[in-house]
């Protein structure tokens, strides 16, 4: 079974009841596939604690990118040699795309339009796997978003 690093980049509103089920069912979907020894998030409020607390409840390790804003922080918990610098938000989020195969993007509705572009860029240009989840729970790859923007 192939190992694999899966990063996350979320809305500090939260993730919807319809996102959170949605990015569980791909994490045990990716578990079926791969052996996930690493997940990489921003320790912020809202969707990033959120994912943390999945995470850990599938007992996968989780390496914390954390901000050098306090007021953002979630403090998520984790084994010690796995809370990395703080960084500001943008070198941050580089990070976290530069350390995974596979990126998870989790937005509310107001960020659809521009955030999506800004957070993954880097991501798109490496060509690391892209998944957004949408504020419904709906998931496509970016590509296909791209497409269907179209």
């Known amino acids: 079974m192939k190992n694999i690093k899966i990063g996350f980049i979320g809305t500090q509103k939260g993730m919807t009841k319809q996102q959170q089920v949605a990015v569980n069912n791909f994490l045990i979907e990716q578990k079926k596939k791969y052996k996930i020894t690493e997940i990489h998030h921003g320790d912020e409020i809202g969707a990033d604690n959120d994912f943390h607390n999945i995470c ?41 795309i530069g350390a995974c195969e ?10 659809l339009r521009d955030e999506i572009e800004t957070i993954i860029c880097d991501a798109y240009e490496i060509k690391i796997k ?18 269907f923007e179209k």
């Open 130 to 147: 892209i998944i957004l989840v949408f504020p419904n729970g709906r998931t496509t790859t970016y590509k296909d978003f791209l497409v």
């Open 56 to 96: 850990v409840k599938r007992k996968i390790p989780v390496f914390i990118h954390p901000s050098n804003l306090p007021y953002k922080r979630a403090y998520c918990i984790t084994v010690r040699k796995n809370i990395l610098m703080e960084k500001d938000c943008i070198e941050r989020n580089r990070d976290i």
């Open 102 to 111: 596979i990126l998870i993007v989790v937005l509310s509705e107001e960020e």
